[in-house]
Nanobody, 124 residues
Framework: DVQLQASGGGLVQEGGSLRLSCVVSGFTFDDFAIAWFRQAPGKEREGVSCIETKVGRTYYADSVMGRFSISGDYAKKTVYLRMIDLKPEDAATYYC?????????????????WGQGTQVTVSS
């Protein structure tokens, strides 16, 4: 049974940083693409970043390029999203998701497995 557990959200001041963690279980870590999405109230869920763990290829939304960094720890079966220089528009509930094969890495409709969200709040 595929499971994803997201954590690490919190309240941070504008310009601050956070690291989100997504612990995965129930599948072979390096056979999947694992991504982070976010959803703010009243907005659609949007792709933030993705890592294809087998090849280490990463993808980022334009809005977070240069500020967010995704990485994977195979031993811990954990994917991290390091976020720096956070802005009020980054505030949202962040979700991690996984899929065996991905064609559009930042398209939420591609993903079969989802974790619960973790809330990120950015104060200005």
């Amino acid at each position: 049974d595929v499971q994803l557990q997201a954590s690490g959200g919190g309240l941070v001041q504008e310009g601050g940083s956070l690291r989100l963690s997504c612990v995965v279980s129930g599948f072979t870590f390096d056979d999947f693409a694992i991504a982070w999405f976010r959803q703010a109230p009243g907005k659609e869920r949007e792709g933030v970043s993705c890592i294809e763990t087998k090849v280490g290829r990463t993808y980022y939304a334009d809005s977070v390029m240069g500020r967010f960094s995704i990485s994977g720890d195979y031993a811990k079966k954990t994917v991290y999203l390091r976020m720096i220089d956070l802005k009020p528009e980054d505030a949202a509930t962040y979700y991690c998701a996984a899929v065996r094969w991905v064609g559009r890495p930042l398209d939420p409709s591609e993903y079969a497995h989802w974790g619960q969200g973790t809330q990120v709040t950015v104060s200005s």
